[in-house]
């Protein structure tokens, strides 16, 4: 298990002096508990952390507090400074297993000038333990980003509040991107693109062609020129939607901001209508494919029906003439010469009449007959196959009539709601009026964009298919030079390494997906604890589905802020179990907006959860309260307090 | 700590690989990519080449 063993502060901020906190855990008791009430620099715990990895203070950068106003080396340090004079400090943070492995450091540095302060912090700096002797690493961030890179920190280090906006607008992203940088699908990603690249390099190697294969290649080239114009046009495309989506999010927390409670309850109609719209639209889409599939089984039935009937038709009158002879199995034939006796006692021994007449039987017994004897069985199978299908597709279109009818009202009812929210014009609060138009026009550009975006995929599936198709073409014209032959070698290589790759991340792709839904189903009704669970999907565009307690409607938008802030950390400790990190974990306030069960089941269950993980709480004194302390004692291993007087923290064994 | 190693639902997979010589490229490759997960641009064609290239026994 890596955890932070040590955390070493030289006057930084409150933490006046030098300050050691032991962080060593267990895998029995892996969670630290640091106690401070607010403004007695718990917050600055996560910021020591965070400055020293990354040269930044997430805590400010999370609630856009004030903190530049304060300087980095202690206040009343720089105070007992001349101007022009300068203090220094730092934060080191030790990592390993049992004794520290890295052991990262950043100083800082204040200068106190006329009217304040300057402050400054230097490069990070890294010992590496190699042995019993610990080397200056040269290249820290690159390690360390190895260990924990820049953009899954905030999937480990994080502020439990924040949590809270985790699955507001635009989340679909953020669970996108912590499933793929989490579970190391990214470094699949780049491998593939990497390879994919080398390979090209390798074909364009056999330059010294001629002829048809000069050709070939010629158009190829031209091919790549074309799909890279098109994915570049897709990216731009998509940097314009999530600049789009960033907007829309800007205006909708500006909405939201609205005093008027006639406003929230307009905006809460619409946000409960748009879910609706979405239950809808996905049901149409499955509907849709339910007809597909149907059509697929019984389409041939149905279409051929008239045939099919005719055939059954002229076979029962070929059977009333004599013409069709019964079911008779040529096994049965054999098995009756064989036994030598009928069952009526009729002889059938070698040279007699009755066994000429079966041999005959059953030479002339052609394939055209068993054919027209199976036919006679089968053919009305078929149809009545043909006629259910056609029944089950004719109740899927009722059913597609039904809700696209219930969509339509509902969209209707969207615009009426819309509408009143743009005729909103209260004195003194939000532009509602104007800020709904501006949505609407937004939302209107996104869903362009989607579009333009969805026929450029589609242009470049084709372009792909092109390439494709032309580099087989020009294997095949190699192949027929000696001298390309290993060209062709390396090339099919690296295809099939690709290919294999390709495959390796779809599967895994799937199981990581399912295996996230199924633990964000466990955790978060474990965690929020209801007499009815909730149903949580995710779906393969990363979209989050909340349905019930009594509701089939998808409650993504309308949970409780203390509900979204369970959610969130579900979905932590499920990202915990596809991970390819081991880091530890640091969380600020993690039980802030949570109240009642929630909170001791959290407290109970989520080192649990997490059992190969240190994790280190940083909570208020209302968050750890005597039962969540009770709760969570077999798991702690460290328990301090932060006092703060007089502009200083101390940190203290728990009493 | 190891600061190479991919997450074990992935290289789980790839250990299925019939073929030993693509299975050990694409080990070797995402060994490469783990170690570079913080950078934009790393060097990896002449690497990657020359696996590709000692895996088939073929020359340039």
Not at chain 1, 6 to 25: A, C, F, P, S, V
Not at chain 1, 380 to 388: A, C, L, M, R, T
Not at chain 1, 492 to 509: G, P
């Amino acid at each position: 298990m890596v955890q932070i063993l040590e955390l070493h502060l030289k006057n930084y901020r409150q933490y006046e002096g030098e300050t050691t906190i032991d962080l060593r855990t267990t895998p029995e008791k892996n969670v630290n508990i640091i106690e401070g009430q607010n403004g007695a620099g718990k917050s600055n715990i996560l910021n020591a952390i965070t400055l020293c990895f990354y040269d930044e203070e997430i805590h400010q950068e999370a609630t856009g507090e004030e903190l530049e106003t304060l300087s980095y080396v202690s206040e009343s340090v720089v105070e007992g400074l001349s101007t022009g004079d300068s203090a220094r400090g730092y934060v080191e943070v030790h990592l390993g297993e049992d004794n520290p492995d890295y052991i990262f450091k950043r100083e800082f540095e204040t200068f106190k000038v006329p009217n304040g302060h300057n402050d400054q912090t230097y490069d990070i700096e890294l010992s590496r333990r190699v042995g019993n002797q610990y080397e200056i690493v040269t290249d820290p961030q690159t390690t360390l980003n190895q260990l924990l890179p820049a953009e899954v920190r905030d999937y480990f280090i994080f502020d439990g509040e924040a949590l809270t906006e985790f699955f507001e607008g635009g989340y679909k992203d953020r669970v996108r991107n912590g499933i793929i940088d989490v579970s190391h699908i990214g470094v699949l990603n780049s491998g593939i693109d990497h390879v994919e690249k080398v390979r090209d390099e390798i074909q364009r190697k056999a330059k010294n062609v001629e002829g048809e294969a000069a050709e070939i290649q010629e158009r190829i080239e031209t091919l790549e020129n074309e799909l890279s114009n098109l994915e570049g046009k897709k990216a731009t495309l998509e940097t314009e939607k999530t600049e789009v989506e960033n907007e829309i999010a800007r205006l909708e927390k500006k909405l939201r901001g609205a005093s008027d409670q006639g406003v929230q309850d307009l905006i809460q109609q619409r946000d409960d209508l748009r879910e609706d719209i979405d239950d809808f639209d996905s049901r149409i889409e499955t509907t849709k494919q339910d007809i597909l599939n149907e059509l697929r089984q019984a389409g041939p039935a149905v279409y051929a029906m008239d045939a099919l009937d005719y055939t059954v038709d002229q076979l029962k009158t070929l059977e009333s003439k004599g013409k069709l002879p019964p079911k008779i199995q040529d096994w049965f034939i054999d098995e009756l010469i064989e036994q030598g006796e009928c069952i009526c006692g009729a002889d059938i021994t070698e040279g007699g009449e009755t066994h000429e007449h079966l041999k005959e039987l059953k030479s002339t017994m052609s394939n055209v007959s068993t054919d027209n004897v199976e036919g006679k069985t089968e053919i009305p199978h078929i149809i009545q196959d043909g006629n259910q299908g056609a029944e089950t597709i004719r109740e899927y279109r009722r059913r597609l009539h039904e809700l696209k009818e219930k969509l339509e009202s509902k969209d209707q009812d969207l615009s009426e709601v819309k509408n009143k929210l743009k005729g909103t014009d209260i004195p003194d609060d939000v532009d509602v009026g104007e800020l709904t138009s501006q949505l609407d026009d937004l939302e209107e550009d996104k869903e362009d964009l989607i579009q333009e975006i969805g026929r450029q995929d589609a242009k470049i599936e084709d372009k792909n298919k092109d390439i494709r198709s032309a580099e087989s073409q020009l294997d095949e014209e190699l192949r027929k030079e000696d001298r390309h032959s290993d060209i062709v070698t390396q090339k099919d290589f690296a295809t099939r390494a690709v290919d294999d790759m390709k495959n390796i991340k779809e599967k895994i792709l799937s199981q990581i997906r399912t295996e996230t839904e199924e633990n964000l189903n466990k955790y978060f009704n474990d965690l929020i604890w209801k007499d009815d669970k909730y149903t949580i999907s995710l779906d393969e565009d990363y979209s989050v589905e909340v349905q019930g307690p009594d509701s089939p409607d998808n409650r993504i938008g309308s949970l409780s802020a203390g509900e979204k802030q369970v959610l969130a950390l579900s979905f932590m400790a499920a990202l915990s179990d596809i991970s390819g990190f081991t880091a530890p974990i640091v969380i600020d306030t993690p039980l802030g907006r949570i109240s009642g069960n929630p909170k001791k089941l959290i407290a109970q269950n989520l080192p649990d959860y997490l059992e190969d993980t240190q994790m280190t709480f940083l909570m208020t004194d209302e968050e750890y309260t005597d039962e969540v302390q009770g709760l969570m004692k077999h798991r702690v291993a460290n328990e301090y307090q932060l006092h703060y007087a007089d502009g200083t923290t101390e940190v203290t064994s728990y009493e | 700590m190891e600061e190479e190693t991919v997450n074990r639902l992935i290289t789980d997979e790839v250990e299925k690989i019939d073929d030993s010589e693509r299975k050990q490229f694409i080990r070797s490759v995402l060994s490469h990519e783990r170690k570079h997960i913080d950078l934009e641009n790393f060097g990896y064609k002449s690497e990657y080449k020359d696996m590709i290239k000692e895996a088939t026994g073929t020359e340039d």
